[in-house]
C-alpha cells in the first residue's frame, strides 16, 4: 500500500532535502518536486501536504520561480517556509518589503497562542532566520501569529484555507521547537498517521521485490559502501540464493577492508558471493600515473571494466540491481526558470548503466533504496543486522587509497599507506573522540624526509593525518584533536610502521583546502 505522502516544493534554497528529512524523521512520507511541477502531476499523486521551501531570490525579481495560485485552491494544506513564505503573501495579494536589516542567525519569536503550527512551543523561543525581504502585510483573510523584532510577519496562517507560513526555518537543529512546529503542521494540520516506518519499509519492499524478481536472478555490485550494502542485504532477505553479489577489490580499499566485506556477506547473508581479486590489474593501468584526475579517471572506468567481465561471464539474465538513493536522483528547482545549474544525477562509479552489450540480457534495474535518504539507508542497514563497521562507514572515495598516495601509486606505498591509516583509526576508536569527527585518515605524499633512528640516519616517508568536522563536506574545518591523541598517533606510527620517519597534521580547513589531497 501507497504510504500517505507530503509534497515539499523546491524553490532552490539550501535547506529542501533537509526538509524532506525533518519530514520523514516525523514518519510521513516526503518527495521533493521541482517548483514548476505541473499543478496536474501534483494532483494526480494525492499529496495530504505541501511544503514550499525557502530559496536565494526575491519574490519580485522576474526571474525568481514563482508559483499559480490554483496550487492553493487545491484544498491540500500549505506550509511556506522563508522564501515559500514570503511567495504565499505576494501570489495571494500581501506586501513583501525588503528588511531595513536583514535578519540572520538565532532570532527569537513570540506567538500568540492562536496557533495550531505552535501548539506545545513556549511563547517565546529561538528560531532560525536568513532573510533580506520579509511579509509587512499578509493577505486578506490571514492573520499574524507569531512576530520577531524586526520582523512583524514571523508567522501568519489561513486557518480556513490551511494556508501557513513561517519566515524562519523550522527545518534547521537552531530553531528550538522546529520539529514540534513541523510535527504539528503534519498531524494536527494535515492529520498524517504516521505511516512511514522504517519497520514497514524493509516488509514491504522485500514483498515487492519478490513479487518483481520472482524466480530469476538479480546481479548486484557491491563497493563495500552503505548504499550498496544495504541494498545487497534487502535483496538477500528478498530472494537469498537468487542474488549474485560482484564485489570488485581494487586493492585501494583500507587495511583488512576486503576481507571484512567478503566475511560479513558470505557469513551473514544468503547469496552468491563473487570476489574479484583485481588488484594487479589496476596496479598495471595505474603504473607511472601520477596525474590525479588521470587516477581517478582510470580507477573509475577499470571498475565498472572488471565488474562487467565477470557479469559477462554468466549471462543468464535476470535484474540489475543498484544502490543508488533519493539524492542520487533528486533534481534540484535551483531557483530559476531556465532550471540552469539543475543538479547532473551523480553517482559514485560503481553504479553504472548497463553496457549496451548487455541490455538485452537483463528484465530491468532493480533500485530498493532509490526512495531512501543516507540516515534512512543506514537505519535499514541497522534493522537487517549488517554490521556497525558498514552502516556507520565514514566517506571514501571510490578511487580509494589511490587519491590519498600522492604521485604514482606501488604495492608498496599502498602498504605502507594501509598500515598507517590502520594505525590512526585505531588511536581515533580508543581516545572516545571518533563521533566528533566526520571522515579521518592518513595519507602518504610521496616525500621522503631525513630522520634518525637509533645511531642511524633514515631517508623514509612522512606520513600526513587528517580530521575533519564538517555538516555537507562542502566546507570543512580541521579537526581539534588532542595533543595527546596525535602524540600517540605519531609515537605508533614511526614505531609501528616501517618506512615511516616523519608525522604532520593537516590543519588546513575546506576551503581553501580540500578534504582529500588529491
Ligand atoms: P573533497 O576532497 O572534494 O571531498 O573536499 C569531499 C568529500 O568527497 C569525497 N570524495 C570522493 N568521493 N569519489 C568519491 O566517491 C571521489 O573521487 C572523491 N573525491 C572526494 C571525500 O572523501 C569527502 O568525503
Not at 57 to 62: H, L, R
Not at 97 to 104: A, M, N
Amino acid at each position: 500500500m501507497a504510504n500517505q505522502l507530503c509534497i515539499v516544493l523546491d524553490f532552490g534554497g539550501q535547506y529542501n532535502q533537509l526538509i524532506a528529512r525533518r519530514v520523514r524523521e516525523c514518519g510521513v512520507y516526503c518527495e521533493i518536486k521541482k517548483f514548476d511541477t505541473p499543478i496536474d502531476e501534483i494532483k494526480a499523486l494525492e499529496p495530504m501536504a505541501l511544503i514550499f521551501t525557502g530559496g536565494p531570490n526575491s519574490v519580485y525579481d522576474p526571474r525568481s520561480p514563482h508559483i499559480s495560485k490554483e496550487i492553493f485552491e487545491l484544498g491540500i494544506p500549505v506550509l511556506g517556509i522563508c522564501y515559500g513564505c514570503q511567495l504565499i503573501a505576494y501570489t495571494l495579494g500581501g506586501v513583501v518589503e525588503s528588511c531595513t536589516k536583514s535578519e540572520y542567525g538565532k532570532i527569537e519569536i513570540s506567538h500568540n497562542g492562536s496557533s495550531v503550527l505552535f501548539k506545545d512551543i513556549p511563547e517565546k523561543s529561538t528560531v532560525w532566520m536568513s532573510h533580506n525581504d520579509f511579509v509587512s502585510r499578509p493577505p486578506q483573510g490571514f492573520e499574524i501569529t507569531a512576530v520577531s523584532s524586526d520582523c512583524p510577519g514571523a508567522a501568519f496562517e489561513n486557518k480556513e484555507k490551511k494556508l501557513y507560513a513561517v519566515q524562519f526555518h523550522p527545518e534547521v537543529t537552531h530553531s528550538e521547537f522546529g520539529r514540534q512546529l513541523m510535527h504539528n503542521f503534519l498531524y494536527e494540520v494535515c492529520g498524517f498517521s504516521g505511516d512511514w516506518v522504517m519497520d514497514d519499509f524493509i516488509e514491504n519492499t522485500v514483498a515487492s521485490l519478490r513479487r518483481q524478481i520472482g524466480n530469476k536472478k538479480v546481479i548486484l555490485g557491491l563497493s563495500g559502501g552503505v548504499d550498496s550494502s544495504v541494498a545487497a542485504g534487502l535483496l538477500s532477505r528478498a530472494v537469498g540464493k537468487q542474488l549474485t553479489c560482484v564485489f570488485v577489490d581494487h586493492g585501494l580499499m583500507r587495511k583488512d577492508e576486503g576481507d571484512f566485506v567478503e566475511e560479513t556477506f558470505t557469513k551473514m547473508f544468503d547469496m552468491n558471493f563473487i570476489r574479484v581479486n583485481a588488484q594487479e590489474h589496476f596496479l598495471g593501468k595505474l603504473r607511472g600515473v601520477t596525474d590525479p584526475e588521470e587516477k581517478r579517471k582510470i580507477i573509475g572506468a577499470e571498475f565498472i571494466n572488471v565488474f562487467w567481465d565477470e557479469v559477462r561471464k554468466d549471462t543468464a539474465g535476470g535484474f540489475f540491481a543498484q544502490g543508488t538513493i533519493y539524492p542520487d536522483r533528486i533534481e534540484s528547482g535551483k531557483g530559476n526558470k531556465s532550471g540552469e545549474g539543475s543538479a547532473a544525477v551523480i553517482k559514485t562509479h560503481h553504479n553504472t548503466a548497463i553496457p549496451d552489450d548487455m541490455r538485452d540480457n537483463f528484465d530491468g534495474i532493480i533500485e530498493p533504496l532509490a526512495d531512501l535518504f543516507k540516515d534512512e539507508v543506514r537505519a535499514v542497514g541497522e534493522k537487517l543486522g549488517i554490521p556497525n563497521e558498514l552502516v556507520w562507514r565514514q566517506p571514501f572515495p571510490g578511487p580509494g587509497l589511490g587519491v590519498r598516495i600522492i604521485g604514482e601509486i606501488t604495492e608498496e606505498k599502498i602498504h605502507i599507506l594501509q598500515e598507517a591509516d590502520a594505525v590512526f583509526r585505531d588511536e581515533i576508536a580508543k581516545s572516545g573522540i571518533e563521533d566528533q569527527l566526520k571522515q579521518f585518515f592518513a595519507v602518504l605524499p610521496d616525500v621522503k624526509t631525513v630522520g634518525v633512528m637509533g645511531d642511524h640516519r633514515t631517508y623514509d616517508h612522512l606520513i600526513a593525518i587528517r580530521a575533519i568536522t564538517t555538516d555537507d563536506f562542502m566546507t570543512a574545518d580541521w579537526a581539534r584533536i588532542p595533543y595527546d591523541v596525535l602524540a600517540r598517533v605519531s609515537n605508533r606510527l614511526c614505531n609501528e610502521v616501517e618506512h615511516v620517519n616523519r608525522v604532520v597534521y593537516d590543519i588546513t580547513s575546506k576551503p581553501p583546502g580540500t578534504v582529500e589531497w588529491e
